[in-house]
Nanobody
Framework: QVQLVESGGGLVQPGGSLRLSCTAD????????MAWYRQVRGKQREVVAR???????DYADSVKGRFTISKDDTKNMLYLQMSSLKPEDTAVYYC???????????WGQGTQVTVSS
């Protein structure tokens, strides 16, 4: 079982920035891709950003131009730099990884991000 651990969440004012981090317990280059999802209580979990084993990235329309996903293969780390945060970005953010055969989804425990004045 893959272990993913998120950190970096917290309370931030609208317009502020946060950087989320996700540590994997193995070489992340072994994954097909990694992603950040978020979920608001009572709503479906949604993908925020994804990065493949190379450098290709994809973003939800709602965060394009404000969020940046990146990774450091040497440190087995995934990041999400969030800027110009809005109250609607408030959610629990989850780190996700998929193996090369795409038969599984691995999840972290989540980290709360609250955007409020």
């Amino acid at each position: 079982q893959v272990q993913l651990v998120e950190s970096g969440g917290g309370l931030v004012q609208p317009g502020g920035s946060l950087r989320l981090s996700c540590t994997a317990d193995r070489n992340i280059f072994s994954f097909n891709d990694m992603a950040w999802y978020r979920q608001v209580r009572g709503k479906q979990r949604e993908v925020v950003a994804r990065i493949n084993s190379g450098t290709r990235t994809d973003y939800a329309d709602s965060v394009k131009g404000r969020f940046t996903i990146s990774k450091d293969d040497t440190k087995n780390m995934l990041y999400l730099q969030m800027s110009s945060l809005k109250p609607e970005d408030t959610a629990v953010y989850y780190c996700n990884a998929r193996p090369r055969d795409l038969t599984s989804d691995y999840w972290g425990q989540g980290t709360q991000v609250t955007v409020s004045s």
